[in-house]
């Protein structure tokens, strides 16, 4: 047994911001994907994998009993398949903020839940929603808080538009220019980052009324303009505001910035050879990077791991 392929997501705009309602834009990214398989493999990660899976099979179960009526599953199926071995085969390296919990419980609901909203049916904003707040109450398992944002994301595989807390739609982005010199790449930052340290950060900071109006006046305004730009294609604007992004992120986001990173992220501010950005929480993983010039992104960056993922 294989189940289909379910990819990683990259969140272009709006990490932190969306918690407080600001745009987002979050996009498939198919270079990392995963699957459940069941075909006797018996390595430590397979057998780690099927623990955490039959883990995560009891949280649902609790799930079904606790919110009655949002969704259900063929559990016995599912744990007949974990007997067999069952993991998730996944290539999404996880803690780098690329959605590696999000393609699990993608494929989980996908196999597994009962009356299941597919991808081909006419999916309304009901159903978006219906299935956002599904994805959710399953990631939570991971998190401890979830937007169910990722699993979507992975479980669509299409560009996502969010505009409000209640209001998402697929979303249209521009065509990729292939031999375009403007990019948006991931730097690998090399440590390993936890979401749920870095979320408490952030709703610690928002008791203070000076880091809700920075939020609000700064935060989401460039957010929510960079979201605008770029899916009207105005890379002009889109870096005018990508740069403010980054000032206001370094200035305000530090304990989600990895320390070895401050001067690169401050440098690229100063020389506009490449602006930076959280990739989903910050505190690692990887770093989001936009620039006008790869080839100059790259020599600025000599000795780091960047993989383009869009090119204009």
Known sequence: MKGPLFYSKILLFGEYGIIKDSKGLSIPYNFYNGA???DGNTDNEALD?????????????????EQKGLVSFY??????????GMYFDSSIPQGYGVGSSGALV?????????????????????????????????????HGKSSGLDPLNSYLSLPIL???????EPAGIPSQEQEGKGAVFLLDSGIVGETAPMVNIFMENMKQEGFRNMLKDQFVKHTDACVDDFLKGDVK???????????VVFNNFKPMIPKAF???????????????????????????????????ARKALNGYKLEVVYNF
């Open 162 to 168: 969010i505009n409000s807390k209640d209001n998402i």
């Open 49 to 65: 994998s099927n623990k955490k899976l039959r883990e995560f099979a009891t949280y649902l179960s609790q799930l079904t009993t």
């Open 106 to 142: 993608a494929a989980i609901y996908d196999k597994y839940a009962k009356d299941k909203i597919t991808v081909l049916e006419n999916l309304t904003r009901e159903k978006l929603l219906k299935l956002k707040s599904i994805f959710g109450a399953m990631e939570s398992f991971f």
């Open 75 to 84: 559990e016995k199926r599912l744990i007949t398949d974990l007997d067999k």
């Open 237 to 247: 604007s889109l870096f005018g505001n990508v740069k403010q992004l980054s000032k």
């Open 36 to 38: 459940l398989k069941c």
């Open 262 to 296: 401050h001067n690169l992220w401050k440098q690229g501010i100063e020389t506009n050879e490449y602006y930076l950005k959280l990739c989903g929480s910050g505190g690692g993983g990887y770093i989001l990077g936009f620039t006008k010039d790869i080839d100059k």
